[in-house]
């Protein structure tokens, strides 16, 4: 490794630690790239998107015993790695809390009594004045993952809130999907379109798309209309505010983020193979992770879709994190400008 290792902030996805968890794929080099990129100064935050994810593992505990024990392992492999240091939210504006009370009713989707209180009382604290605009950037604080981890699964109907919207958003498929997703969520499926009718729509010839890579992808014809389209209907400006401005405010990130992923799924590139309930929480967990792990220098994940997307919305946004898989990670230069 190069002396001149610089002190980069790398976040790591959950399947990396499940690498270690379970001793599989190189874990051992992978350990030890860790070990030594800590001793030069770099750190491993976590986020509440690793808990969040556990926390799905925690609801299982009570019928499967086993998942305590691995929920331990994840908790306690993860302080030992990020050293307790995490990538905080930003608090919402008041623009976004009405916003976000406006998408329930559109939705249909019932807001939950848990829900609507974190919306009134952070609305309460910003005309109190107890908060700034300081306290919309995305933060690096020390917790403990225990301690994120119970304010999660306190929280955890507002994530179950957040994955029937997005099952409403984006489990639509095709008319099989939209039925089979919408019955499950028990959401009104009537007059819902699919996305297959969205590509008809704009020409877009998936196999023809999937052979694009990086920001070209948002160049496609069919994709910018798609985009268009969504931005128009989330109320946010076409032409996406710069890198350095997305970083100030934790709300705009994880807006422009959360649409381009979401577009890439609605035109199938590099999509996940399936589109049930139990992947659209997982796709859920991407999109978060792909929102704390814009903040890091270096985010590292084996799954090759998820990284396509990634890199694909990154190039576009023009956020210079660099997206590697372990072995990339293991044989990167750290002395080389990102």
């Not at 556990?54 to 990020?82: G, T, Y």
């Not at 967990?285 to 990634?310: E, M, N, P, Q």
Request: overall charge neutral.
């Amino acid at each position: 490794m190069s002396s001149n290792t610089k002190n980069y902030k790398i976040y790591l996805d959950l399947n990396i630690y499940r690498h270690l968890i379970e001793l599989r794929r190189g874990y051992y080099s992978i350990k030890k790239k860790i070990i030594s990129l800590k001793s030069t100064g770099c750190i491993f935050p976590y986020s509440a998107a690793h808990m969040e994810e556990i926390a799905v593992m925690f609801r299982m505990e009570e019928e499967d015993r086993p998942k305590n024990n691995l929920i331990k392992k994840h908790i306690n492999l993860i302080e030992e790695i990020s050293s307790n240091y995490e990538l905080r939210s930003g608090r919402p504006s008041l623009k976004t809390i009405e916003e976000s009370r406006r998408h329930f009713i559109a939705s249909a989707v019932p807001i939950s009594p848990e829900m609507k209180a974190v919306l009134d009382d952070t609305e309460r604290e910003w005309r109190s004045g107890l908060l700034s605009s300081q306290d919309l950037k995305t933060r690096l604080i020390i917790e403990h993952p225990s301690e994120c981890l119970n304010r999660v699964l306190c929280d955890i109907r507002v994530t179950d809130d957040s994955h029937r919207m997005n099952v409403f958003y984006m489990g639509r498929r095709n008319e099989n999907s939209i039925k089979k997703n919408f019955a499950e969520m028990k959401l009104d499926a009537e007059g819902i379109p699919s996305f297959k009718e969205l590509q008809d729509k704009y020409e877009i010839n998936i196999v023809e798309l999937n052979n694009l890579s990086g920001a070209d992808v948002f160049l496609h014809e069919g994709v910018q209309a798609v985009l268009k389209e969504s931005c128009k209907q989330n109320n946010i400006s076409f032409d996406a505010p710069s890198a350095n401005t997305l970083m100030d405010n934790h709300e705009l990130l994880v807006k422009y983020i959360t649409i381009y992923i979401n577009v890439l799924d609605k035109v199938r590139y590099s999509s996940d193979k399936q589109n049930d309930v139990l992947k659209l929480r997982s796709s859920m967990h991407d999109v978060s992770h792909a929102i704390y792990g814009a903040v890091a220098d270096i985010l590292v994940t084996d799954d090759i879709r998820f990284a396509k997307r990634l890199y694909a919305t990154y190039a576009f946004l023009g956020i210079p994190t660099r997206v590697l898989s372990s072995t990339e990670f293991i044989e990167f230069d750290y002395g080389e400008t990102l």
